[in-house]
C-alpha cells in the first residue's frame, strides 16, 4: 500500500481485533514509526506505555464501560438509539493498550519553536499517535483510541508523574479485516464532512 492507499484505510478500530496480541517485533516497528514523528524544536515530549498485564486491562475497560454508561444516560432518546450499538472500546479484545503520554517541559524551557504557541509541544505528540495509527494499519494491525475515561483515574492506574500528561490510550491489536465504512458513519452517528466544505482560499469564509 502507498501512504494514499494506508491514509484511506486507517479506521478507528473496535469490534475487529482477533483477540491475538501483536508480535513484539510488530509491535516495536511501530512505535519506532511514531517515535520519528516530527516534533517542535526536536523537543520529543512523547512516551509510550505498552500496557498488557491482565488485570489492568480488565480494570480500565470496567472504568470505560461506566463512562459509557453515563454518557449514555446523558443522551436524548433519538441519540442513545443511534448510540446503543456503537461499540467505544476494544480494551481487552485487543491485548495491547498503549498509552500516550506528553510532557510540555521535554526540551527544558526554551524549546525552538514554541515560545509563542506553546500547544506545538501537544501537537507534536498527536503527530506522532498519527504516525503510529498509519504505520500499524499498514502491518494490518488495529488501532482504538479510548476517550471515555477520567484523566486522575488513568494517571493513576499506571503511575504517570503529575507533571505528565496522558493523551490517549490506544487498543492495539491484529484485526480480522478493516471496515470499508468507518463505523460513526456506518451507525449513523455522523456523515463525512465534504472536502469542499473544509477548503477555504486565502480568507476563512463562514458558511
Known amino acids: 500500500m502507498n501512504v494514499y492507499d494506508v491514509i484511506r484505510l486507517r479506521r478507528d478500530v473496535r469490534a475487529e481485533f482477533t483477540g491475538e496480541v501483536v508480535d513484539d517485533a510488530t509491535l516495536l516497528r511501530i512505535?519506532?514509526?511514531?517515535?520519528?514523528?516530527?516534533?517542535?524544536?526536536?523537543?520529543?515530549?512523547?512516551?509510550?506505555?505498552?500496557?498488557?498485564?491482565?488485570?489492568?486491562?480488565?480494570?480500565?475497560?470496567?472504568?470505560?464501560?461506566?463512562?459509557?454508561r453515563e454518557f449514555h444516560a446523558d443522551l436524548p432518546a433519538d441519540r442513545a438509539e443511534t448510540f446503543n450499538p456503537i461499540k467505544i472500546e476494544g480494551i481487552t479484545e485487543s491485548g495491547t493498550g498503549i498509552v500516550v503520554t506528553h510532557s510540555q517541559s521535554r526540551g527544558g524551557t526554551h524549546v525552538l519553536g514554541r515560545a509563542t504557541v506553546p500547544e506545538t509541544g501537544l501537537y507534536s505528540t498527536i503527530l506522532a499517535i498519527q504516525n503510529l495509527w498509519l504505520a500499524a494499519t499498514a502491518e494490518g494491525v488495529g488501532v482504538g483510541w479510548v476517550s471515555f475515561y477520567d484523566t486522575p483515574f488513568l494517571t493513576e492506574l499506571i503511575g504517570i508523574p503529575e507533571d505528565v500528561r496522558p493523551v490517549a490510550w490506544l487498543c492495539v491489536g491484529p484485526v480480522r479485516e478493516f471496515q470499508q465504512i468507518p463505523d460513526l458513519e456506518r451507525f449513523g452517528w455522523r456523515d463525512r464532512?465534504?472536502?469542499?466544505?473544509?477548503?477555504?482560499?486565502?480568507?476563512?469564509?463562514?458558511?
Do not use: C, Q, Y
Open 31 to 68: 512505535l519506532d514509526a511514531a517515535h520519528r514523528a516530527p516534533s517542535v524544536g526536536n523537543s520529543m515530549p512523547w512516551d509510550f506505555v505498552v500496557v498488557r498485564d491482565p488485570a489492568t486491562l480488565n480494570t480500565f475497560a470496567d472504568h470505560v464501560a461506566d463512562k459509557r
Open 193 to 207: 464532512r465534504p472536502l469542499d466544505d473544509a477548503i477555504h482560499w486565502e480568507h476563512f469564509t463562514h458558511r
